[in-house]
């Protein structure tokens, strides 16, 4: 069965600095990859995706992921770290058959310093 | 204009009542799912209906039935509430089923029960 791990549970980063959340998934063949956001009492919202092509993808509000099929791995990145992107990141992933419902990862909560 | 709307938002209720949680999506899409997020934000897989009809059926306790009257309405009544129902429930949408396409999520449905 595909598994998603995310291995910090909670990263503190200061305002500015740059950010990388971890993510590393187990399936037998590429699944579909995507990064959510998850802000206080809020819904998800999609971040990026990454279905095929460039392994280096780009979202909304600055962020980017790169897909690395020998490490499997889908880590998020951002140059530069605003306050107001103090939220809970999911990385998720979709089977291209079968059992078609995303997988999430634990999550990781991002707090920002001023 | 809310694509993906659940209601309520919160719901407060004792063991044992029976309750249901509304959701409606407003994108056209064929593929809706009803996720429950734990305590510790972990977010799981319940049902997912394609075109009214259930394709994905977790290990869920017979109490919680996913009804869907149209493609754009899957609702979740849940029998004989327990403590351990206590948690936030997502509805969400993608446009096939489990779809090579993201999902969007509501806002969410806080169940507390007491």
């Known amino acids: 069965a595909q598994s998603v791990t995310q291995p910090d549970i909670h990263i503190t980063v200061s305002e500015g600095a740059s950010l990388e959340l971890r993510c590393n998934y187990s399936?037998?063949?590429?699944?579909?990859l995507f990064w959510y956001v998850q802000s206080p009492g809020q819904g998800l919202q999609l971040l990026l995706k990454?279905?095929?092509?460039?392994?280096l993808v780009q979202g909304i509000k600055g962020f980017e992921a790169e897909f690395k099929r020998s490490q499997s791995s889908f880590n998020l990145r951002k140059p530069s770290v605003h306050w107001s992107d103090a939220a809970e990141y999911f990385c998720a992933v979709l089977m291209d058959t079968g059992r078609r419902a995303l997988t999430f990862g634990s999550g990781t909560r991002l707090q920002v310093q001023p | 204009d809310t694509a993906v709307s659940q209601t309520p938002k919160y719901l407060v209720t004792q063991m044992g009542n029976d309750k249901s949680i509304k959701c409606e999506q407003n994108l056209g899409h064929d593929t809706m799912y009803w996720y429950k997020q734990d305590s510790k934000k972990f977010l799981k897989i319940m049902f997912s209906?394609?075109?009214?009809?259930?394709?994905i059926n977790e290990t869920v306790p017979n109490r919680f039935s996913p009804k869907s009257p149209d493609k754009a309405h899957l609702n979740l009544h849940i029998n004989s509430l327990e403590l351990g129902d206590s948690a936030v429930y997502f509805c969400a949408s993608s446009q096939d089923a489990g779809g090579v396409s993201e999902a969007f999520f509501g806002q969410g449905t806080r169940l507390t029960v007491v």
């Open positions: 209906y394609n075109n009214k009809e259930l394709i």
């Open positions: 399936y037998g063949a590429t699944p579909y």
């Open positions: 990454y279905f095929s092509g460039d392994t």
